[in-house]
C-alpha cells in the first residue's frame, strides 16, 4: 500500500510541477501585455502579490497531499512589517526563494541575468521589479532605491545554493547595502532534513516524501558603518544557529 501512494504522489507531483509550469507560462504571458500599460507603482503591486498567490496555493497543494510540509508562519509575522527591510536567509535548496516570496507579497528577489530571460520567469519579474545581477553596481544601486521605497528585500548572501554546510562564505553586498539604505537586517534561518533541489539534483527528479522546510526567524541587525565586520559577524551567526541541526541529521 505504501509503494501505491508513493507512486500516486510522485505521479501527482510531476503533474502539479506541469501545472505550475504552465500557470507561470500564462502569467508571463500577460505580465509581457501589460509591462508598458500599467503604470509603474500599480504594475509593481499586482506582479508581486500574483507571484505570492501562486507559489501559496501551489505549496498549500501539495501539502494538501503530504507531499511537501512547510512551516513558514514565522514569515507572516513579516509580511505587513512597514518600511523597507533586507530579509537574508541561508540557502539549501531551490525551494528557499519561492517559500519566501510565496509568503511576503512585498519580496523583492535578485534574481540572475540568465533567468531574467526565462519564458516562465522574465516578463513577471520584471512587472514586479526584480532585480537583476548581471551589474553588482547597478544591482546594489537598485537594491537600495528598493528599500528606500519600502520593499521587503530577499537575499542569499551565499550567492548561491549551500555546498558546504552549515553555509557557505558570505559574498560582499548585503551589509553594504543596509548601511546606505539604513534598512535593518532581519535574519530568516531555513531548515530542512532533504536534499531535494540541492546543488546537483534536477527539479524533474522526484524527492523521498514528505519534503519537510522549517522556516524561523533569527536575530534583526541594525546597519553599522564597519559593514564588513557585520558581514563577517552575520556569517557567524547562521553557523551557530544552524550548527545543531546539522548535528542532528549527521547523528541519526
Known sequence: MAAVISILQRGLFYLLLVQLGAVSLLWNLFA???????????GTLLGRAVISRVYRLFWATTELFGMLQVDAAALELLADEPGGLI?????????????????????????????????????????ARYIRNDSPRGMMRCAVQCLQEGGQLVMFPEG??????????????ITWIAQKARVPIQTVIIETDTPYLRKGWPIWRAPAFPVRLRIRLGERFAPVADHEALLEHLEGYFARELAPALREHAAA
Open 160 to 173: 548561491t545554493r549551500t555546498v558546504h554546510r552549515p553555509v557557505d562564505p558570505f559574498r560582499p553586498g
Open 32 to 42: 509581457w501585455l501589460a509591462y508598458p500599460l500599467i503604470p509603474k507603482r500599480a
Open 87 to 127: 530579509i537574508a536567509a541561508n540557502h539549501p535548496t531551490m525551494l528557499d526563494a519561492l517559500v519566501l516570496v510565496a509568503y511576503l507579497r512585498r519580496g523583492v528577489c535578485i534574481m540572475k541575468a540568465d533567468l531574467m530571460r526565462n519564458p516562465f520567469l522574465a516578463a513577471g519579474a520584471r512587472l
